[in-house]
């Protein structure tokens, strides 16, 4: 492998680790607010998929030719490696609190989501008027009053960034008061609005 | 010595405690990453600054809960919520590590530095000078996320931290603001925060 190759798989693991660690975070939260056995499992899987990807990436670095001078870089991406897979525990323990049927206390969903009423989910039309926006630009709980807890694509979660873009056959679920409910599956899976 | 906040019982409602730990955990991860990222020594005394109050909040919850445990079925009750607070204070807890890995001089390797600051959306840590035309202005009559595309992450003033301020929130002179956004954004921002530049758009 070459060098830039070499370094190109270590950032991509990297990426991947962090990701995955705040979308099970995402997903832990989000399973606890809709009590989901279904989400909370899929926090689980991912957990697995995390340690698969953090022995990945640990391998990688120890098979980098660096010189003595860089150790110090490299024990650092090692470090944070290892708090990629702290913040995937943490998650883990999260889903279990819905796994093992422990009764989410009426608090815990005032604390994730202090307005919550309703969570609902519509997927993305062709012709949306949020098709090809960033979640910024398309201004989402502005106009809905809705919050995006997490985003689905394909067999893919992604976490709500602001930078993400949205493309056509996303599932955005959110939650939020129920009149926002029907606003928010107008803007997302409705036709282009006069506004654009 | 390190200087640890003295832990007094205060009737704070529980939900109140829990909010503020998941924000603050959340918010440190990402104030984690980008002190490694740029290596910036400031965001990572912040975030162990950060991880000291979640310590005291996470006591102040404990207590909390026990005083509202009357009997075996309050205690089955709060056990997920208690379960939370301790994963979201272990979330806390790694941001450190990460603010650790920084302070410690070990950082990330420079190469992988400039890769990954090409995938992930920068932060900007900065002090609002007060002859800032920001200073005295609501985050609404500033409207950044439409201008120059940044959201205000949180807002420290002295030692108290405000986290997703509300719209309404007026900029203070000697405010240090944590926003997200567009590159071209931060830097835009930044000037004006330094009193540099006078607009806000052009």
């Known amino acids: ?13 990297l990426v991947k680790l962090k990701d995955t660690s705040e979308l099970m975070l995402d997903l832990a939260y989000s399973s606890l607010l809709l009590n989901s056995k279904e989400l909370a499992e899929e926090v689980q899987k991912l957990e697995e998929f995390m340690d698969q990807l953090h022995t990945d990436f640990e391998l990688s670095i120890l098979s980098f030719d660096f010189k003595p001078e860089e150790s110090k870089g490299f024990l650092g991406l090692i470090r944070l490696g290892v708090v990629t897979e702290k913040i995937a525990d943490a998650a883990a323990e999260i889903a279990e609190v819905v796994l093992r049927e422990i009764e989410p206390h009426p608090v815990l969903k005032m604390a994730i989501e202090e307005a919550e009423e309703t969570v609902t989910f519509a997927q993305v039309s062709e012709n949306s008027s949020l098709n090809g926006k960033t979640l910024r630009e398309a201004k989402i709980p502005d106009k809905t009053g809705m919050w995006i807890l997490v985003m689905k694509r394909g067999d893919t979660w992604i976490r709500p960034r602001p930078n993400v873009v949205i493309m056509a056959g996303d599932v955005i679920v959110a939650s939020g008061y129920a009149e926002g409910e029907e606003d928010f599956k107008t803007l997302v899976s409705v036709e282009r609005q006069a506004e654009d | 010595m390190v200087e640890l906040e003295k832990i007094e019982y205060k009737p704070i409602s529980i939900r109140e405690l829990l909010v503020e730990i998941k924000d603050l955990s959340e918010l440190m991860i990402d104030l984690a990453y980008s ?16 991880e ?14 026990m005083i ?53 959306e920068p932060l900007l840590r900065v002090r609002i000078d007060p002859n800032s035309i ?26 108290e931290w405000l986290l997703n301020p509300e719209e309404d929130e007026r900029i203070n002179g000697e405010d240090v603001v944590i926003t997200r956004g567009a590159p071209a954004g931060l830097e835009k921002f930044e000037k004006i925060a330094k009193g540099e530049v006078r607009k806000l758009e052009d």
Do not use: C, W
């Not at chain 2, 490694?36 to 950060?50: I, P, R, T």
């Not at chain 2, 379960?83 to 590590?97: E, L, M, P, Q, R």
């Open chain 2, 134 to 159: 920001l200073v005295g202005k609501t985050l609404e009559e500033l409207d950044l996320a439409s201008k120059i595309g940044i959201d205000v992450l949180a807002i420290r003033r002295r030692n």
């Open chain 2, 35 to 50: 002190a490694a990222l740029f290596n910036s020594h400031e965001l990572a005394e912040d975030v162990l600054d950060l």
């Open chain 2, 52 to 65: 000291k109050h979640v310590d005291t909040l996470a006591y102040m919850l404990n207590m909390n809960l």
């Open chain 2, 68 to 120: 509202a445990a009357r009997d075996a079925e309050d205690a089955e009750a709060l056990l997920g919520v208690s379960t939370v607070s301790s994963s979201a204070n272990k979330i806390s807890d790694a941001a450190a590590d990460i603010a650790t890995i920084v302070l410690q001089g070990l950082g990330i390797h420079p190469i992988i530095r400039e890769a990954f600051e090409r995938v992930e």
């Open chain 1, 1 to 13: 492998m070459s060098a830039q190759k070499h370094v190109d798989t270590i950032l991509e693991d």
